[in-house]
């Protein structure tokens, strides 16, 4: 092994042990939780309710929660823990489509700005700059306009309205790891421009914007919620947690717990996938 690839592997292997550093706290092991449970009743919501969430029950109009329906039924008389439990497969789908384009496309224009410089970097950065200067929402409501309502187009608004925060995150970081010593070595050393760029720049580069991913799913949880609540997101009878809340509002004085249940599990989701980006972030986690 050369002298550079050993100072590379060396701050990969430093960074590793920083983005998997463990402590036993109770917090972190509760935001793992929370995210399984809701992973696995994204994947499989029979295990966790007999209830259809979309047909109603006869003469079950608005029931406070109790042992049979534990927490309450809607104005269609919908078991609203079953409307929860199928809501997460569309929300976090959603969320992981809006994450996953976000990630890929500003981290591919952070890279590429950062590690080549000069006018191409210019000219990406003050694209990212205009698009930074747009408040998510708004850019996020404009797309859904242009695209049409949906859940699969409200996914595609909140990505476009991430890739910039991605590609100025990405950006940053390509830039710190280039002017490392052992990144000018292997120039030096006579490795090619990609050959630096995969082996050295991009390792090295990738673990803030994997903790910034983690922090933005709960954002594009809250985002998407958001959208729903406004009527652009996921139609109805179509369970969705924002939107869950929006058909809940009217009912705020007579049947609180049509929007204080879904509000309470996207605060979970969102806190929870904040407390595992600090961990990722090697954090105190």
């Known amino acids: 092994m050369s002298l550079v690839d050993y100072a590379s592997a060396r701050h990969r292997a430093t960074a590793t042990r920083k983005t998997l550093h463990w402590r036993i706290q109770p917090g972190l092991w509760l935001a793992w939780a929370v995210m399984l449970l809701a992973l696995l009743a994204a994947f499989a919501p029979g295990l966790f309710t007999q209830y259809n969430p979309t047909q ?18 809607d104005q269609l008389g919908r078991d609203l823990f ?10 976090l789908a959603a969320a992981f ?9 500003g981290t591919a224009l952070g890279v590429l700005a950062g590690a080549v410089g000069g006018r191409t970097e210019n000219t990406l950065m003050r694209l990212v700059d205009v698009l930074l200067s747009i408040p998510s929402l708004l850019l996020s409501l404009s797309v859904l306009i242009l695209l049409g309502f949906g859940t699969v187009h409200a996914a595609l608004a909140v990505g476009i309205a991430s890739i910039a925060s991605f590609a100025r995150l990405a950006r940053g970081e390509v830039v ?51 959208l729903s609540f406004l009527g652009y997101g996921t139609p109805p009878p179509t369970p969705e947690w924002g939107l869950l809340i929006a058909e809940g509002r009217n009912y705020l004085a007579t049947a609180w717990w049509l929007t204080t249940f879904p509000g309470i ?21």
């Open 176 to 226: 710190r790891v280039r002017r490392s010593e052992y990144v000018e070595a292997a120039y030096g050393s006579g490795g090619s421009f990609w050959q630096v760029l995969w082996r050295h720049i991009l390792p090295n580069s990738l673990t803030a914007v994997i903790a910034f991913a983690a922090l933005q799913f709960g954002q594009a949880i809250l985002a998407l919620s958001t």
């Open 56 to 73: 109603g029950i006869p003469g079950a109009q608005r029931l406070a929660p109790q042992a049979v329906y534990w927490l309450g039924t």
């Open 82 to 91: 079953a409307r929860i439990i199928y809501g997460a497969s569309q929300s």
């Open 265 to 285: 599990v996207v605060v979970a989701i969102v806190l929870s996938a904040n407390r595992i980006s600090q961990q990722i972030a090697g954090g105190d986690a």
């Open 97 to 105: 489509a809006a994450v996953a384009m976000g990630l890929i496309g």
